[in-house]
């Protein structure tokens, strides 16, 4: 498990550079499609951040994955908050067909800057403040 974190990092990694591919190609992603990247590319990057601490997760949606991060790093509540909302934009876990959503402007615009956030957070935890891509500080020491 000493380096499996970083094919969970590597795919939140392809998640965000999918959505910035197409923005700065001038594509635009249908609001739902931008919110469900987001989302899948947040979970890989929590889910790096805990096995890189050889934590296997418990829960899948975003608030518990920031909780299990937290027993091991802090996190700003501001950012915690803004993944209770993301959660809450639709009912994943409903035993029923859920209604399909219409994403307004701002809560697309929250989660794609909630994205970011959670990548950099992971950044900094898998490779350190001044880390780049690719030069994990754990890897050296586990391999």
């Given at each position: 498990?000493?380096n499996d974190?970083?094919?969970?990092?590597?795919?939140?990694?392809?998640?965000m550079?999918?959505?910035?591919?197409?923005?700065?190609?001038g594509?635009?992603?249908?609001?739902e499609?931008k919110?469900?990247?987001?989302t899948?590319g947040?979970?890989?990057f929590?889910?790096?951040?805990?096995?890189?601490?050889e934590m296997?997760?418990?829960h899948?949606?975003?608030?518990a994955?920031?909780?299990?991060?937290?027993?091991?790093?802090?996190?700003e509540p501001?950012?915690?908050?803004?993944?209770n909302?993301i959660?809450?934009f639709?009912?994943?876990?409903s035993?029923e067909?859920?209604?399909?959503?219409?994403f307004t402007?701002d809560e697309?615009?929250?989660?794609?800057?909630t994205?970011e956030?959670?990548y950099?957070?992971?950044?900094?935890?898998?490779?350190g403040?001044?880390?780049?891509d690719?030069?994990?500080k754990?890897e050296?020491?586990?391999s």
């Amino acid at each position: 498990m000493a380096n499996d974190w970083k094919k969970y990092y590597d795919e939140g990694l392809a998640y965000m550079n999918s959505l910035k591919k197409h923005i700065d190609a001038g594509k635009n992603f249908s609001p739902e499609l931008k919110y469900n990247i987001c989302t899948m590319g947040m979970e890989k990057f929590f889910i790096s951040i805990l096995i890189y601490y050889e934590m296997i997760p418990f829960h899948h949606t975003l608030n518990a994955l920031a909780q299990d991060v937290m027993e091991f790093h802090d996190m700003e509540p501001r950012l915690v908050d803004n993944l209770n909302k993301i959660d809450s934009f639709q009912d994943m876990c409903s035993l029923e067909i859920p209604k399909p959503r219409v994403f307004t402007k701002d809560e697309i615009e929250l989660t794609e800057k909630t994205f970011e956030e959670i990548y950099n957070l992971a950044k900094l935890i898998l490779y350190g403040k001044n880390g780049e891509d690719g030069d994990s500080k754990k890897e050296s020491a586990v391999s």
